[in-house]
């Protein structure tokens, strides 16, 4: 099964909002990254925050991580319609090595 | 820099047949990945590398075989193609350092296998 679940599958939001994305993982964790795909492309990561983080920030996306529930949330703020992608959620779990865990995505629509 | 460059873009292939898809990276990465990526079942990873010479097996290797003659190739094979194969492949490059760096992802490979 997956080790990283997305919620929702799904967003639509008009352009100037914010999106805000969640991610609940199993088990324990180095690291939690993010990533982008626009339709027909690879994945392009966004942002990384370690297990020992809370919060991080990157332009307009903010990352928050909270182990001791097992979940973390991105937040686009002032959506664009070029933001419109999937964003997948991807865990480095402590047994994995340099593997990670992806999980489905959410399929962010901005619309003009 | 191209990054992670991934080829054929598109193939169809009849059930049994072989081929073999190649990626190539132009960052010098120890670490390279192959995932297949289906609707509703995110990125599942197949082989992976730690560096020229090596393999092992991720989540879903039936089927496929691989190899990392070069550091910077690294090649899935189908011997006998499936209709179950049918997905889109994603190559993926990383440097050595464990659990801190970011992959980074070539554009797919789009499969049909009839």
């Known amino acids: 099964s997956q080790q990283g679940e997305e919620d929702p599958q799904a967003l639509s939001i008009q352009e100037g909002e914010n999106a805000t994305m969640n991610c609940s993982y199993k088990?324990?964790?180095?690291?939690l990254q993010w990533y982008r795909q626009n339709s027909g492309r690879g994945l392009v990561h966004l942002i990384l925050i370690r297990s020992n983080e809370r919060e991080k920030h990157s332009g307009r996306l903010r990352v928050t991580l909270d182990t001791s529930k097992k979940s973390s949330s991105l937040l686009i703020t002032a959506s664009r319609a070029a933001d419109t992608a999937s964003y997948f959620c991807?865990?480095?779990?402590?047994?994995?090595?340099?593997?990670?865990?992806f999980g489905e995505g959410t399929q962010l629509t901005v619309n003009p | 820099n191209a990054g992670v460059t991934q080829t054929p873009k598109f193939r169809v292939l009849k059930t049994g047949q072989s081929m073999t898809l190649l990626c190539a990276q132009d960052?010098?990465?120890?670490?390279m990945y192959w995932y297949r990526q289906d609707p509703g079942m995110g990125l599942r990873l197949i082989h992976y590398s730690v560096g020229e010479g090596t393999t092992a097996k991720g989540e879903v290797p039936d089927g496929y075989n691989v190899s990392r003659l070069k550091k910077q190739n690294f090649l899935l094979g189908l011997e006998s193609a499936a209709p179950s194969q049918t997905s889109v492949y994603f190559c993926?490059?990383?440097?050595?350092?464990?659990?801190?760096?970011?992959?980074?992802f070539g554009d797919g490979t789009r499969l049909s296998i009839l």
């Open positions: 991807a865990t480095d779990p402590q047994t994995s090595g340099s593997r990670l865990t």
């Open positions: 088990t324990s964790i180095n690291n």
């Open positions: 993926a490059s990383s440097q050595p350092v464990a659990g801190n760096q970011p992959q980074h």
């Open positions: 960052m010098n990465h120890e670490y």
